[in-house]
Nanobody, 122 residues
Framework: QVQLVESGGGLVQAGDSLRLSCAAS?????MGWFRQAPGKEREFVAT????????YYADSVKGRFTISRDTAKNTVYLQMNSLKFEDTAVYYC??????????????????WGQGTQVTVSS
């Protein structure tokens, strides 16, 4: 069983930066971030494998967002730079008990946080 608690969301202006955190209790092999805007489906953002730190990003955030982990704190981060209006969404932390590489579907992840709102004003 893995419990996830996100933090760090907020209201920022376009071009600003924001860092999200996800504290995990329990072991996970892969952790990731998804987001969901109003009226849209949940969308893959990035994943990181816990053991090797391998990362995978959606094309829409590549070069702007960075996912990282702190194994001592059992925490995953999402550093978001050069934020755009279209990045506005509820951001969810996700975890999988298996190693997930290159898969973007939410169904690969069995554990989810409660979500944190990120709002980017244009």
């Amino acid at each position: 069983q893995v419990q996830l608690v996100e933090s760090g969301g907020g209201l920022v202006q376009a071009g600003d930066s924001l860092r999200l955190s996800c504290a995990a209790s329990g072991r996970a092999s892969t952790m990731g971030w998804f987001r969901q805007a109003p009226g849209k489906e949940r969308e893959f953002v990035a994943t990181i494998t816990w053991r090797g730190g391998g990362t995978y990003y959606a094309d829409s955030v590549k070069g702007r967002f960075t996912i990282s982990r702190d194994t001592a704190k059992n925490t995953v981060y999402l550093q978001m730079n050069s934020l755009k209006f279209e990045d506005t969404a509820v951001y969810y932390c996700a975890a999988s008990s298996t190693t997930v590489i290159g898969q973007t579907g939410p169904s690969w992840f069995g554990y989810w946080g409660q979500g944190t709102q990120v709002t980017v004003s244009s």
